[in-house]
């Protein structure tokens, strides 16, 4: 009992509070040309249509241990400005779960320059709808009046807002994610006048930036993103560094992510007292052979006190149709 009780803490100071929020959680995965599951301006950046799935499993030696799979795919339509974009979701996290269902539309306008050459801004809309459930079945003989006992399920509508800027070989993105108020009315119904407390305002806002260097067998591209949850003030930065190599078969690279939150949190042991931080290191490898995408990403969390000692494992798969041939004269591969 006592163990369930600490993972359903834990999880839902995590899950609740910072990381698994309404919607797909921040993680590594846009770095596998996978910017649209973050950005809905993103979708149809490019000729032709990418799909993308990933799966993503944390601390294997513990039970219910917190779980993402996501499967997307985005399409330039037609010979048009436009493009769509569908995402599936399911995240899992302890007795916390949530599936959703992402439409994007998006639209690219062209500042200028010629047919080869990429200076592009784009917005995106994402309507949402999420299925939130919370298992509370275990704990039911605790006597606690703010537990149901019983698997509480609701539905929500949100809406996320990208904007990205494509210039050659750099570009930026902003993202707005969970624009509405939702009221998650999974975390108090049917607890009379024992509710808990409600957090309404699940938004969150992130600006990334990069570039990539040179053009010939070997690329080098850094890149930051920034995030902050809004109601909690909660921030982190993210620094990468992605390294290209191109082969006869298609293209190798790798990179390596540095995640840092601005925030930590006091502890007291028996030597002393401190303030610990967030910190996440992720390698990451992948390939691109003909049209096929792969990559896989290790995160490491680095401090004294953690969960467990194991990391989080993260796996892409992907196809693009119809982008045989650049479309520009610069190397940006999330554009063709």
């Given at each position: 009992?006592?163990?369930?009780?600490?993972?359903?803490?834990?999880?839902?100071?995590?899950?609740?509070?910072?990381?698994?929020?309404?919607?797909?959680?921040?993680?590594?995965?846009?770095?596998?040309?996978?910017?649209?599951?973050?950005?809905?301006?993103?979708?149809?950046?490019?000729?032709?249509?990418?799909?993308?799935?990933?799966?993503?499993?944390?601390?294997?030696?513990?039970?219910?241990?917190?779980?993402?799979?996501?499967?997307?795919?985005?399409?330039?339509?037609?010979?048009?400005?436009?493009?769509?974009?569908?995402?599936?979701?399911?995240?899992?996290?302890?007795?916390?779960?949530?599936?959703?269902?992402?439409?994007?539309?998006?639209?690219?306008?062209?500042?200028?320059?010629?047919?080869?050459?990429?200076?592009?801004?784009?917005?995106?809309?994402?309507?949402?709808?999420?299925?939130?459930?919370?298992?509370?079945?275990?704990?039911?003989?605790?006597?606690d009046p703010a537990?149901?006992?019983?698997?509480?399920?609701?539905?929500?509508?949100?809406?996320?807002?990208?904007?990205?800027?494509?210039?050659?070989?750099?570009?930026?993105?902003?993202?707005?994610?969970?624009?509405?108020?939702?009221?998650?009315?999974?975390?108090?119904?049917?607890?009379?006048?024992?509710?808990?407390?409600?957090?309404?305002?699940?938004?969150?806002?992130?600006?990334?930036?990069?570039?990539?260097?040179?053009?010939?067998?070997?690329?080098?591209?850094?890149?930051?993103?920034?995030?902050?949850?809004?109601f909690t003030k909660?921030?982190?930065?993210?620094?990468?560094?992605?390294?290209?190599?191109?082969?006869?078969?298609?293209?190798?690279?790798?990179?390596?992510?540095?995640?840092?939150?601005?925030?930590?949190?006091?502890?007291?042991?028996?030597?002393?007292?401190?303030?610990?931080?967030?910190?996440?290191?992720?390698?990451?490898?992948?390939?691109?052979?003909?049209?096929?995408?792969?990559?896989?990403?290790?995160?490491?969390?680095?401090?004294?006190?953690?969960?467990?000692?194991?990391?989080f494992h993260q796996?892409?798969?992907?196809?693009?149709?119809?982008?045989?041939?650049?479309?520009?004269?610069?190397?940006?591969?999330?554009?063709?």
């Amino acid at each position: 009992m006592k163990h369930r009780l600490l993972l359903l803490f834990t999880s839902f100071i995590f899950g609740v509070q910072s990381y698994a929020q309404e919607g797909i959680p921040v993680y590594f995965d846009y770095l596998s040309d996978n910017y649209y599951l973050v950005y809905p301006s993103m979708a149809g950046i490019g000729e032709g249509t990418k799909i993308r799935a990933t799966a993503r499993m944390q601390w294997f030696s513990v039970e219910n241990a917190p779980n993402l799979q996501t499967v997307n795919v985005h399409s330039r339509i037609g010979e048009t400005n436009s493009g769509i974009g569908v995402i599936v979701f399911n995240d899992a996290n302890g007795y916390h779960a949530q599936t959703g269902l992402k439409l994007t539309y998006a639209h690219h306008l062209r500042l200028g320059g010629d047919g080869r050459s990429l200076n592009q801004l784009s917005f995106g809309i994402s309507p949402t709808y999420l299925q939130s459930s919370l298992d509370e079945s275990d704990f039911y003989e605790t006597g606690d009046p703010a537990i149901a006992g019983i698997k509480v399920s609701d539905g929500y509508f949100n809406v996320d807002l990208g904007f990205s800027y494509n210039l050659m070989e750099f570009y930026a993105h902003v993202g707005v994610l969970n624009v509405l108020e939702s009221r998650r009315n999974v975390y108090y119904k049917q607890r009379n006048e024992a509710q808990v407390g409600v957090i309404d305002n699940l938004r969150r806002y992130l600006v990334s930036a990069g570039y990539i260097f040179g053009r010939q067998e070997w690329q080098l591209e850094p890149s930051v993103l920034f995030q902050m949850t809004d109601f909690t003030k909660e921030k982190t930065i993210d620094i990468n560094a992605k390294v290209y190599k191109d082969v006869d078969f298609g293209r190798l690279w790798g990179g390596l992510s540095y995640r840092r939150s601005f925030e930590g949190i006091e502890y007291v042991t028996n030597e002393g007292s401190g303030n610990q931080r967030l910190q996440l290191i992720t390698p990451i490898v992948g390939a691109n052979i003909g049209n096929f995408m792969v990559s896989y990403n290790y995160s490491y969390q680095t401090g004294d006190f953690r969960f467990d000692s194991g990391g989080f494992h993260q796996i892409t798969l992907g196809y693009n149709f119809g982008q045989n041939e650049r479309r520009y004269d610069c190397y940006c591969p999330a554009a063709q």
